[in-house]
C-alpha cells in the first residue's frame, strides 16, 4: 500500500517568506508526528496530532511556526518568516491505533532558507 | 533534557562481521524503544522495536535491552556492504513523541 508522502520534496525559500509543507499520512493512520532533522543529527520532534486534535506542540520552535491537520488526515506544516536556520529535512510520520505505535516516516521535505 | 545517546562513529567493519551498535537513555521510566536505519538521503526505515528486557531476534537483526542500565543495543550478524547507513535510536516518550539520538554511522567494507 502507499506509504506516508510528503510534497514538495525540496522547497528554496528567501529569508522572511512563508513556506507550507504536505503530509499525507497512510490511510487509516490515527497519529501523524512532525520532526526537524539538522545535517549530522536525528530527528527531533516539533508537534503530534491525533486525528485533527493537535495534542502536543512542544517542540514547535518558535511562533513561527505552525501546523494544522483539520479532517484528521493530510496535515500542514507552515512557517512564516523563514530564517536560515530554519534550514533542514522536516519529516512526516504516521503511526495506527495500536499497541505497537509504530512511527512510519515520510521522505520528507528538505527546506533550504537563503 | 530527556537525551539519547549514541557514538556517533564511524563503526567500521568487515563483511561478514558483527556490528555492535549501542545507545543509552536518560529517563529510567520509558518503556518503548526502536531502531531505525536512515540512509544518506533517505527517510529513517525502522529495523526493529524492543519493549522487554533481554534479546530480541529478527533474521540478522538483535535489539538488546537493559532498562537497569538503561541501555539499549542493536546487533547485525553478517554485516553486508548494504548495511552502510547511519542507525538511530529512538525511545518513546509519554504522549507518543520518539526522542532520537544523534545515530551511529556504520560502514561496511567488502
Known amino acids: 500500500g502507499a506509504g506516508v508522502s510528503q510534497s514538495p520534496r525540496y522547497k528554496v525559500a528567501k529569508r522572511g517568506q512563508d513556506v507550507a509543507l504536505r503530509c499525507d499520512p497512510i490511510s487509516g493512520h490515527v497519529s501523524l508526528f512532525w520532526y526537524q532533522q539538522a545535517l549530522g543529527q536525528g530527528p527531533e520532534f516539533l508537534t503530534y496530532?491525533?486525528?485533527?486534535?493537535?495534542?502536543?506542540k512542544s517542540g514547535l520552535p518558535s511562533d513561527r511556526f505552525f501546523a494544522e491537520r483539520p479532517e484528521g488526515s493530510v496535515s500542514t506544516l507552515k512557517i512564516q518568516r523563514t530564517q536560515q536556520e530554519d534550514s533542514a529535512v522536516y519529516l512526516c510520520?504516521?503511526?495506527?491505533?495500536?499497541?505497537?505505535?509504530?512511527?512510519?516516516f515520510g521522505p520528507g521535505t528538505r527546506l533550504t532558507v537563503l | 533534557q530527556k537525551e539519547v545517546e549514541q557514538n556517533s562513529g564511524p563503526l567500521s567493519v568487515p563483511e561478514g562481521a558483527i556490528a555492535s551498535l549501542n545507545c543509552t537513555y536518560s529517563d529510567r521510566g520509558s518503556q518503548s524503544f526502536f531502531w531505525y536505519r536512515q540512509y544518506s538521503g533517505k527517510s529513517p526505515e525502522l529495523i526493529m522495536f524492543?519493549?522487554?528486557?533481554g534479546d530480541k531476534e529478527d533474521g540478522r537483526f538483535t535489539a538488546q535491552l537493559n532498562k537497569a542500565s538503561q541501555y539499549v543495543s542493536l546487533l547485525i550478524r553478517d554485516s553486508q556492504p548494504s548495511d552502510s547507513a547511519t542507525y538511530l535510536c529512538?525511545?518513546?516518550?509519554?504522549?507518543?513523541?520518539?526522542?532520537f539520538g544523534a545515530g551511529t554511522i556504520l560502514r561496511v567494507k567488502s
Open positions: 496530532f491525533q486525528n485533527e486534535a493537535q495534542l502536543d
Open positions: 524492543i519493549y522487554s528486557n
Open positions: 529512538a525511545v518513546k516518550e509519554y504522549g507518543n513523541k520518539l526522542v
Open positions: 510520520a504516521s503511526s495506527p491505533w495500536t499497541s505497537e505505535d509504530t512511527q512510519y
